[in-house]
């Protein structure tokens, strides 16, 4: 059942406790960054690591299980866990990495792959939006975790529960919520971010959610929300919530990268054996400019540099393709599987096996790497069949990293 706000914080009451909405430049207020490319905001960062890697500056050992990432907003850093058999939001203090707040967020999401929960927690004003697990999404206050209100995907919004649970990072877009609860109701939703109400379903579309998180595009110039599911890909009107267009997608087992927009070029990519497939999406009928199995990214992502697209391609190796052509440029096979991001010129490589992190160019000579480090200690609570998952981001000259209830921050600018 929906719960909705009974009291408002004004304005004035959060300068009066010392709190002031902000979007710095270097803040990294949602998934994969201010546009969901996830590139750094950062430069004059360190481009080789010493041996053994940069200097961590500190360690948080109670931020909970799972696989939620973090985003950094006004010197707080926001996460979510799992602390016995409640799921939690987060906050920290990005420099110190003292715990500010805990609020609850939703019951225990269990997987053989390990519990808790899988999404980021976003960020808009003075407020934070957290989905857990089981499909809870929660509005805080960002100065001290209060909820504002509450709406579940499947009791409220008629989706369903999909094997490795609700694991999108909810896009806030002017007054707008963007969620994924699939189902007859429509696959996307909009809900209005002060009180959670149901703005639009897009009912021309009933597919059931997956796992990966939507984006803003603006194909032909026209602004979109675009999401992928199991068998297709689509753009949303931001106003009506009418599907523009949709291209087909054989997806399986599970879809998760989030897409991939720049100009009018829209591109996603799913492991399991599906590839990848970019298309021009300027009509209804959207051009295919091509479809091959050069990159096939399980969850790790994918990003764009220039005209060129770097990840780790599922069974086979890390690659660089061009963003143009789809075409395999380098391939890379003697480093392990595991996520990217990009900062500065450089790539941040997490092996999800061994938890050793590299500092690899961004180019398509090649790759070419400049120093790397294992992260230790190592959590012990791990589910054997779980690996280090949570994505790396770099924000502030500090590189963020996580295995399950450990949470690290290092310094890569090296001042």
Aim: glycine share 14%.
């Amino acid at each position: 059942m929906k719960r909705f706000p009974v009291l408002f914080v004004s304005a004035s009451l959060l300068v009066a406790v010392g709190f002031v909405p902000s979007t710095k430049a270097a803040d990294w207020p949602q998934w994969r960054g201010p546009d969901r490319a996830d590139h750094s905001p950062d430069t004059g960062l360190l481009k080789s690591w010493p041996e053994g890697g940069p200097k961590r500056v500190w360690l948080n050992e109670n931020a909970g299980l799972g696989y939620s990432g973090y985003s950094i907003v006004g010197g707080k850093l926001f996460t979510m866990g799992l602390r016995g058999d409640t799921e939690f939001l987060l906050a920290l203090d990005a420099n110190t990495g003292k715990e500010l707040w805990a609020t609850k967020v939703g019951e225990k999401y269990s997987n053989n792959w390990g519990d808790g929960p899988r999404g980021t927690p976003t960020v808009d004003g003075d407020r934070v939006y957290a989905l857990s697990g089981q499909g809870t999404l929660i509005a805080a206050q960002t100065v001290d975790g209060k909820e504002l209100w509450s709406v579940s995907m499947t009791k409220d919004l008629g989706g369903k529960l999909q094997g490795w649970g609700y694991t999108e990072s909810v896009l806030v877009d002017g007054d707008r919520v963007i969620c994924t609860p699939g189902g007859s109701q429509g696959t996307m939703a909009a809900l209005d971010k002060m009180t959670g109400k149901v703005l639009w379903r897009t009912t021309d579309l009933q597919d059931e959610a997956q796992y990966s998180s939507s984006i803003i595009a603006h194909p032909g110039g026209a602004k979109q929300y675009v999401q992928l599911v199991a068998k297709r890909f689509f753009g949303v009107d931001p106003d009506s919530g009418k599907v523009v267009w949709q291209s087909d997608f054989p997806g399986r087992t599970a879809v998760i990268p989030t897409p991939i927009a720049s100009g009018d070029q829209v591109y996603v990519t799913a492991g399991y054996g599906a590839g990848c497939k970019a298309v021009k999406a300027t009509s209804s009928d959207p051009a295919v400019v091509y479809q091959n199995k050069v990159m096939k990214n399980h969850h790790g992502g994918v990003v764009l540099v220039g005209d060129y697209l770097y990840g780790h391609s599922d069974g086979y190796a890390w690659v660089c393709q061009n963003w143009k052509t789809g075409e395999e440029v380098w391939a890379n096979r003697n480093y392990g599987k595991g996520a990217i991001h990009y900062a500065d010129g450089m790539l941040y490589c997490l092996e999800e096996s061994s938890g050793t992190v590299a500092l690899v160019e961004a180019s398509p000579a090649g790759w070419k790497e400049h120093g790397r480090f294992k992260l230790e200690p190592q959590s012990t609570k791990r589910s054997p069949q779980g690996r280090i998952w949570t994505h790396p981001v770099v924000v502030n000259g500090k590189l963020y990293l996580r295995d399950q209830e450990l949470l690290f921050c290092y310094d890569v600018k090296g001042s």
